[in-house]
């Protein structure tokens, strides 16, 4: 089983960028599709981005599509999330996720198989 622990999240101005890290252990990493979503107070987790395993193809939610950037070096067992262009919009708790298919659909909360603990990220007006 692939354990996730983010790192990377913090207070920011609105315009201003971070970059997430998830480190995953376990041997599955680098056959294993990767994703961020995050949730905000009241609502469900949302997609934003994930990666796929077979060739690196991604897939990102419109709002943040032309700002954020999603890797992964499977050297490394990371994947990573470049914010730039921060809004107050973007404030949430992003969760790093794995055990998920990464196609032409963005997968919902419910198809994901394993989850990092969070990282809250807030952006500041």
């Known amino acids: 089983q692939v354990q996730l622990v983010e790192s990377g999240g913090g207070l920011v101005q609105a315009g201003g960028s971070l970059r997430l890290s998830c480190a995953a252990s376990g041997r599955t990493f680098s056959t294993s599709s990767m994703g961020w979503f995050r949730r905000t107070p009241g609502k469900e987790r949302e997609f934003v981005v994930c990666?796929?395993?077979?060739?690196?193809?991604?897939l990102y939610a419109d709002s943040v599509k032309g700002r954020f950037i999603i890797s992964r070096d499977n050297a490394k067992n990371t994947v990573y999330l470049q914010m730039n262009s921060l809004t107050p919009g973007d404030t949430a708790v992003y969760y790093c996720?794995?055990?998920?298919?990464?196609?032409?659909?963005?997968?919902?909360?419910?198809?994901?198989?394993?989850w990092g603990p969070g990282t809250q990220v807030t952006v500041s007006s």
């Open positions: 990666i796929s395993w077979i060739g690196g193809s991604t």
């Open positions: 996720a794995t055990r998920l298919t990464c196609g032409t659909r963005n997968p919902s909360q419910g198809q994901v198989g394993s």
